[in-house]
C-alpha cells in the first residue's frame, strides 16, 4: 500500500480538505504520505502553488478558500510527489471560465510522463484535456476514441455551422 500511495494522486468529486489546516499544510501533509523527501518538500509546494497560482494562499485556511480554489488544491493533492497515475473526478467543477481554461493548460503540462483519468460532464473540456474520450450514458460505455474519430464517427459539435 505505501508504494502504491506514492505512484497514485487523487482528487475526488467532493474536495476532502481539512477545514483548519492551511494550503501548504494539505500539501505537506500529502508530501508525507507521498513519501517525498524532507529537503524537496519546500520546492515541490512552492512550485505547485505557484503554477496553480495559489502562492499568496499558502497561509490560508482551506475553508477561507473560494469553491474554485478548493478545486485548484485538491488538483495539486493528486499530482504532488509526481504522481504517476491521476484520478480526476470533475476536476474543474465550480470553477469559473477563466480558471477553468487556465486549469486545463496546466493539466496539458501536467500529463507528461503521467496517466491521467478524468471524468467530466463538459465535452470541450474532454476534448481539450483527453488523448482517448469514453462516453458513458446510464452507467454503460457508448463510444470511445480519439476526439477527432468521435467527431469523424458522429459529426461536429452543434457549434459548427454548415
Request: aromatic content about 8%; glycine content about 6%.
Amino acid at each position: 500500500m505505501t508504494e502504491i500511495r506514492k505512484f497514485l494522486g487523487l482528487c475526488p468529486q467532493q474536495n476532502l480538505l481539512y477545514n483548519y489546516l492551511t494550503v501548504s499544510e494539505h500539501l505537506d501533509l500529502y508530501c508525507v504520505i507521498k513519501g517525498v523527501p524532507q529537503n524537496l518538500r519546500r520546492q515541490e509546494i512552492d512550485n505547485m502553488l505557484s503554477a496553480f497560482n495559489l502562492l499568496e494562499k499558502r497561509d490560508s485556511f482551506s475553508k477561507s478558500l473560494s469553491g474554485g480554489m478548493k478545486r485548484k488544491l485538491s488538483i495539486i493533492v493528486a499530482l504532488i510527489g509526481n504522481s504517476k497515475v491521476v484520478i480526476l473526478d470533475e476536476p474543474t467543477s465550480g470553477m469559473d471560465p477563466a480558471s477553468r481554461k487556465a486549469t486545463w493548460d496546466l493539466l496539458r503540462t501536467y500529463k507528461q510522463d503521467r496517466t491521467i483519468l478524468l471524468t467530466t460532464h463538459y465535452m470541450d473540456e474532454a476534448d481539450a484535456l483527453g488523448d482517448r474520450i469514453a462516453i458513458m450514458a446510464t452507467g454503460s460505455l457508448q463510444c470511445c476514441g480519439s476526439s477527432i474519430f468521435l467527431k469523424h464517427l458522429y459529426g461536429l459539435s452543434s457549434f459548427v455551422h454548415s
